[in-house]
């Protein structure tokens, strides 16, 4: 009717909701399409990831992860198999290769694993994690199958050739360490994440195990050649041709379950903590939940003008400071910061120490407490394999798998604190009883020490980098911390191991030909002792959001405050009042 006023009707916001989502694949997205604030948007989402009930997705997450840490470990710790066998084929009048050259290839490994841990781990929070993840199989395949097919000649030594090859394989290992880690930790439900990432870890065990039962396969398989020589010094002929192609089939598997992965981490989705910290696409981050939940590669549905208006509020309200070398040095320069770091880092280096220093050398220290001897070659490489074979299954394994049982119940400092007292114990009772102990206490301590180190602070220190550390800067924190890890294990084989032969006599052999072991094992007493104090530095993560470790909970406090008050302050007559 014309005599009446005309009334205005607001118009409702519209809705940018994305295709997709049924029973089995809820699309999150659209239930928060109606939030116009980008900070409830995210707290909302990223809610959903962390209250999501185990899942077919959580699994496929750890499969996928836990198949490279499968390889990585596997061509980590075949290095120790790898050198016995090139000193029988390389150097045929020994029957080993010279203490030197057996350092080098061992640390050549570490040393590139420092580089790519440092590299991937930064590269993941400037570009993103799903541009890095599979990047980093694609090296290790490539340097695994060329290390396989070197051969020596009278211009390139052998040993050169394994060592550079190694140290491009380690870059490619250590970009896995911070991307697995980080990946499993910002798709995992809070109550499981401890589980989840060392379910992925635990695959380490997993590949230490994959080395010691394919050495026995090629071992057995090459038995009639390997029972023509009774000593490693006297393999030649068709004895030294099986070595020699045994070495490059241990070598070359470790290639397959690489290849295997490799798919499936090309395609996996961005983690939408990255897309809304660091690339503040918050349409798109709410759509890479629900395409994580239906295991696509990535959200493909979202309305390009909605991305584009949900970037420039993602950039002008979100709560989340922005990365920058500014922020990161103001953020570390924070002593409650700063000390999580020195306790993450400062742990895994003491860690390593320890553990790179016995567990790449378990077929020397097998052979000089008289676990791998035998009256042919055939027998001393199929003990030194079973000799693997049984610590692992013994003491690594078990060691992992508890760990991944308790470590969100009981926590991770706690798990942490128990594992390098013990630890401490075991090397000093290792170290200093040495002499008094049979072959068998040794290998029954030996095995003790490798299961702490699992259910301890292998695990734990791995765990931690991935959850206390902000979005922005998680991937380059943990990349970080793991290196100062094979910063450590570089110590441990070029500086302290060799010291386990300082003192031999020529041709000594069993214990005569480490004189110096119960020393060095004293000194790996010494740093789980460190590990302790270091352990201190770091906080409880269990049960606990990534965004309340991060303190990224109390700034969306102060943006609600601060909203408050500017609405407060619109009301008539407040800012009259204010003024008197």
Known sequence: MSGQPSVAVASAPVLHKTAGGNSAYHNFNNDFAHVQDPNERRRLALAEIDKAPFGWYHVRACVVAGVGFFTDSYDIFAVGLLTTMLGIVYWPTKGSMPTNSDTAIKVATSGGTIVGQLGFGALADIVGRKRMYG??????????????????????????????????????????????????????TTKWRGAMMGAVFAMQGMGQLGAAIIMIIVTAGFKESLLTSKTYANCQGVCGVAVDKMWRTLIGFGAVPACIALYYRLTIPETPRYTFDVARDVEKAGDDVAAYMAGKASGDSVDEVARAKGRIAGEEVMTVPKASFKDFISYYSKWKNGKILLGTAGSWFLLDVAYYGVSLNTPIILQTIGFSGGPTVYKQLMNTAVGNLIVVLAGAIPGYWVSVATIDVFGRKPVQFM??????????????????????????????????????????????????????????????????????????????????????????????????????????????????????????????????????????????????????????????????
Not at 162 to 182: A, Q, T
Not at 495 to 513: D, E, H, V, W, Y
């Open 135 to 188: 990047l980093e199989l694609i090296v290790i395949i490539f340097a695994t199958l060329a290390q396989s097919l070197t051969s020596n000649s009278p211009s390139v030594n052998i040993v050169g050739v394994i060592i550079f090859w190694r140290v491009i394989m380690g870059i490619g290992i250590g970009g896995d360490y911070p991307l697995s880690s980080i990946i499993t930790s910002e798709f995992a």
């Open 419 to 580: 594992g390098f007292i013990i630890l401490t114990i075991l090397f000093c009772i290792f170290g200093f009883a040495y002499t008094k102990l049979s072959n068998h206490g040794l290998l029954a301590i030996y095995v003790l020490a490798q299961f702490f180190f699992n259910f301890g602070p292998n695990t734990t220190t791995f765990i931690v980098p991935g959850e206390c550390f902000p979005t922005r800067y998680r991937s380059t924190s943990h990349g970080f911390s793991a290196a100062s890890g094979k910063l450590g294990a570089v110590i441990a084989q070029a500086a302290i191991a060799p010291l386990r032969t300082r003192g031999a006599k020529k041709g000594a052999t069993g214990r005569a030909a480490s004189p110096w072991l119960p020393h060095v094992l004293e000194i790996f007493a010494l740093f789980m002792f460190l590990g302790i104090l270091t352990t201190m530095c770091i906080p409880e993560t269990a049960r606990k959001t990534l965004e309340e470790l991060a303190g990224e909970d109390e700034s969306r406090d102060i943006h609600d405050e601060e909203s408050d008050v500017r609405e407060i302050s619109k009301e008539p007559g407040v800012e009259e009042k204010i003024a008197a």
